[in-house]
T-cell receptor, first 112, second 116 residues
Framework: GQQLNQSPQSMFIQEGEDVSMNCTSSSIFNTWLWYKQDPGEGPVLLIALYKAGELTSNGRLTAQFGITRKDSFLNISASIPSDVGIYFC????????????FGTGTRLQVTL | GAVVSQHPSRVICKSGTSVKIECRSLDFQATTMFWYRQFPKQSLMLMATSNEGSKATYEQGVEKDKFLINHASLTLSTLTVTSAHPEDSSFYICSGIEGSYYNEQFFGPGTRLTVL
């Protein structure tokens, strides 16, 4: 089945630093979604990407839809303590109109 | 944005009992709702897709007789874990799809189930 691999698995960074993470797939996606999950909470949609090459920002977050359609990137600038959480990429599952496949997640921890 | 609630947020039950979890879309009509399970430090795994007024569709490996899903209205879906066992302990999350944004699911806050 489809697999979305995220890298890195986890990262410790200092407050104020920029963060980059990526999501890769063995198959093509037409939509990429990035979610953040705080501890003990459900995921919250951060950014949605619909076109290859698209670059979209949401505050300090910027995400890009890779040209090959097999990857996507999320950058966080000037990280703050509340950026702590797990970041998941997701894309529509093959052959369905609505189901999502989630990536393996990147756990972010920010130190002061 | 669209809001989804879940109740209860936490539940502890004895082995062999049944537990019902409710998922409600508060400000939109969710024709489709999804139920996920998440084990510690793992990703979300889809359990089933629930469409209003019809039977749920379960993912491979998910026992439909153990995880009963009812989507009685456009704003409510329920998941009942029957004869719960300790291995059913997990974080259960629901989501709903709003209108035309079929790929943008809105998630509930999750329910932590602990089976003793």
């Amino acid at each position: 089945g489809q697999q979305l691999n995220q890298s890195p698995q986890s990262m410790f960074i200092q407050e104020g630093e920029d963060v980059s993470m990526n999501c890769t797939s063995s198959s093509i996606f037409n939509t990429w979604l990035w979610y953040k999950q705080d501890p003990g909470e459900g995921p919250v949609l951060l950014i949605a990407l619909y076109k290859a090459g698209e670059l979209t920002s949401n505050g300090r977050l910027t995400a890009q839809f890779g040209i090959t359609r097999k990857d996507s990137f999320l950058n966080i600038s000037a990280s703050i303590p509340s950026d702590v959480g797990i970041y998941f990429c997701a894309g529509p599952s093959t052959g369905t109109a609505s189901k999502l496949t989630f990536g393996t997640g990147t756990r972010l921890q920010v130190t002061l | 944005g669209a809001v989804v609630s879940q109740h209860p947020s936490r539940v502890i039950c004895k082995s062999g009992t049944s537990v019902k979890i409710e998922c409600r879309s508060l400000d939109f009509q969710a024709t489709t709702m999804f139920w996920y399970r998440q084990f510690p430090k793992q990703s979300l795994m889809l359990m089933a897709t629930s469409n209003e007024g019809s039977k749920a569709t379960y993912e491979q490996g998910v026992e439909k007789d153990k995880f009963l899903i009812n989507h009685a209205s456009l704003t409510l879906s329920t998941l009942t874990v029957t004869s719960a066992h300790p291995e059913d302990s997990s974080f259960y999350i629901c989501s709903g799809i709003e209108g035309s944004y079929y790929n943008e699911q809105f998630f509930g806050p999750g329910t932590r189930l602990t089976v003793l």
